[in-house]
């Protein structure tokens, strides 16, 4: 974990801090109502900071009314600008933009050319550390610093001892990201205001390239596999990729950049990210359905319905539960089992368990709480009557 401790808002990201998950809209930002709406939706699901681009001067007049939206409805969650190439310029002309920011993401590798690069990336940093904000200096494969890159490739073709190209590349990645670092640095910002990534899109790539990122600097880490693709191969290849590095030790917030099918929820993402927080006992964001795969000796719709309609009711009674000032349901541990042979004991290893007797059976389950057989739940609503014992444990004993 980073050695630094980030504060952002009432969030702190590195130097033994939980682990913080966070995401991106992918809104029109100068669209205040449909940026602000998303900003919600997002954070209302978990994630713990909020990124939307700001491309243009229309964006960036937008931003403050972003703030203001949000904070009227009373969500409090850090807002993350991301610029690329006119980020010098917004930021000089639209202080107030600057301002409504919690955080700002800016790109070593496109913030301009030659003496130019010099000079926006000084604009911006020295505009950032007198604003008191935070930044995450974000490097990607796809928009390296292409000067960085041709100097190492030149050095490693005269080396007595050259490596692949490949590798040079993931060198100018990590070397990209923490040298301006520690320019930013000289130009008056502080290690406790810097947060570093270094994204691509390959996974044994990308955790060769964050094991040289902490061993050679301490500032904050965040992870994320750019580019990580839709669905299944997005979430596995993400799940991966962080899995290893956060059990590691390495990492101290994280995006799952997946995809969206279209029309689907922009959530997504974020729920992945807690179950890969949730799945190494990282972190703890909601309870825990424990249900089988399925066999031929399940009645596959009757059981696989109660578990998705469960699940469902869990994830969409959080909020509820919070607002009612309950505390501790996140450890709760339910199971949904299809038939005999493994249904009784995970269902008396879970806080509620529902066994059904497998295939061919009527709808009837054996109900178990905190370990003992309590009663036989009968008909063709046993979703329901589960649902209502839940809830019915929950509020007795989290009150």
């Known amino acids: ?158 080396s007595d001892h050259p490596i692949e190209d490949h590798e040079v590349f993931l060198q100018a990645l990590v070397e990209s990201a923490v040298s301006s670092a520690r320019t930013a640095e000289s130009y008056g910002l502080a290690p406790d205001k810097m ?28 992870l994320g596999l750019t580019e990580a693709g839709g669905g299944l191969k997005g979430a596995v290849s993400s799940a991966v990729a962080l899995g290893i590095l956060l059990n590691e030790g390495i990492g101290d917030t994280i995006r799952v950049s997946l995809t969206p099918k279209p029309g689907e929820s922009r959530t997504q993402e974020v729920y992945a990210a807690q179950e890969i927080l949730q799945s190494l006992g990282l972190r703890q964001f909601m309870p825990a359905v424990t249900s089988c795969p399925g066999c031929g ?15 469902q009711y869990l994830r969409e009674s959080l909020p509820r539960w919070q607002e009612a000032g309950l505390h501790g349901y996140e450890s709760l541990k339910v199971a949904v089992m299809g038939c005999i042979v493994n249904g009784p004991g995970e269902s008396r290893d879970a806080n509620l368990g529902l066994s059904l007797p497998g295939r061919g059976e009527s709808p009837k389950a054996m109900l178990f709480v905190d370990g003992q057989r309590e009663a036989a739940l009968e008909g063709d609503d046993l979703a329901k009557q589960f649902i209502s014992r839940i809830e019915k444990y929950v509020r007795l004993k989290y009150s």
Not at 132 to 153: C, M, P, Y
Not at 297 to 311: C, G, K, M, P
């Open 1 to 158: 974990m980073g050695a630094y401790a980030v504060k952002i808002g009432n969030l702190t990201l590195g130097n033994g801090a939980p682990v913080a998950v966070q995401s991106m809209t992918n809104t029109c930002t100068a669209n205040v109502e449909e940026t602000a709406t998303q900003v919600l939706q997002l954070a209302r699901a978990g994630s713990e900071l909020v990124r939307f681009t700001v491309r243009d001067e229309e964006d960036a007049q937008a931003v403050p009314y972003i703030r203001d939206r949000v904070r009227q409805a009373g969500c409090l969650v850090p807002l993350v600008g991301d610029f690329h190439y006119n980020g010098h310029l917004l930021l000089s002309r639209y202080p107030s933009c600057l301002e409504a920011l919690d955080k700002l993401r800016i790109n070593p590798g496109n913030v301009g050319a030659g003496q130019h690069h010099d000079d926006n990336f000084k604009t911006m940093v020295e505009l950032i550390a007198k604003a008191g904000k935070a930044v995450r200096i974000g490097v990607n494969a796809g928009s390296i610093d292409k000067e960085l890159l041709a100097h190492l490739l030149d050095e490693n073709r005269t």
């Open 195 to 222: 947060v570093l990534s270094a994204k691509i899109s390959n996974v044994p790539d990308l955790l060769k390239v964050y094991r040289r990122l902490r061993k050679c600097c301490n500032y904050a880490l965040h």
């Open 297 to 311: 000796r399940t009645s596959s719709q009757l059981f696989q319905n109660i578990a998705l309609e469960v699940e």
